[in-house]
């Protein structure tokens, strides 16, 4: 089956450095989309990609959809003690219905 | 605002025992979907609803593990005679159409003795 390969797995920063994260596969995904969840609290949506080369911005988010289809990256400006959390990318398969492969996930944690 | 609510939050049973999970999507969405997530991992798909009717079960672990939909709305995840490989945080996530990002509840923390 398809599987995502997330890393880093976890990132140690300091507050105000830029942080950048990644996933790819070997399979080839329609949209990819990128969540954080926060401890004892589901996903939340931050950016969905629809188009290979795609680069959308939410805020001091960034995310790109790979040329390839196979890859996307996230990054985040500037960081703040509030993008600490699980940040999870996921590719979405069209098999009747929206079925999402999720990454293994990337732990942020900000030194202030 | 009405998202999607799961309940319980936490439910630890014993080993053997059987667990019902259950999920409000948002009102007026037709699909649902169930994903499970082991500590420290991804989330793993288990099925999907439109409306009624489930037409991926493909991630159902075993045939322990079934879960319906009524009325278009409220669903229900049943797992039987539960295993201890069967603690995992489970959510809920709704679309307003197949197609329509996926909103996802807090989930329900199952620890099994």
């Known amino acids: 089956g398809q599987q995502l390969n997330q890393s880093p797995q976890s990132m140690f920063i300091q507050e105000g450095e830029d942080v950048s994260m990644n996933c790819t596969s070997s399979?080839?995904?329609?949209?990819w989309l990128w969540y954080k969840q926060d401890p004892g609290e589901g996903p939340v949506l931050l950016i969905a990609?629809?188009?290979?080369?795609e680069l959308t911005s939410n805020g001091r988010l960034t995310a790109q959809f790979g040329i390839t289809r196979k890859d996307s990256f996230l990054n985040i400006s500037a960081s703040i003690p509030s993008d600490v959390g699980i940040y999870f990318c996921?590719?979405?398969?069209?098999?009747?219905?929206?079925?999402?492969?999720f990454g293994q996930g990337t732990r942020l944690t900000i030194n202030p | 605002g009405a998202g999607v609510s799961q309940s319980p939050s936490n439910k630890v049973t014993e080993k053997g025992k059987d667990v019902e999970l259950r999920c409000d999507p948002i009102?007026?969405?037709?699909?649902l979907y169930w994903y499970r997530q082991s500590l420290g991992q991804g989330l793993e798909f288990l099925i999907y609803?439109?409306?009624?009717?489930?037409?991926?079960k493909s991630g159902l672990p075993s045939d322990r593990f079934s879960a319906e939909r009524t009325g278009g709305s409220v669903s229900t995840l049943t797992i039987q005679r539960t295993q201890q490989e069967d603690s995992a945080v489970y959510l809920c996530?709704?679309?307003?159409?197949?197609?329509?990002?996926?909103?996802f509840g807090d989930g329900t923390r199952l620890s099994i003795l």
């Open positions: 996921a590719g979405v398969i069209i098999q009747g219905a929206q079925k999402l492969v």
């Open positions: 990609l629809y188009k290979a080369g």
């Open positions: 609803f439109q409306g009624n009717s489930a037409p991926d």
């Open positions: 399979s080839i995904f329609n949209t």
């Open positions: 009102s007026g969405h037709t699909a």
């Open positions: 996530a709704s679309s307003l159409a197949w197609n329509q990002p996926q909103h």
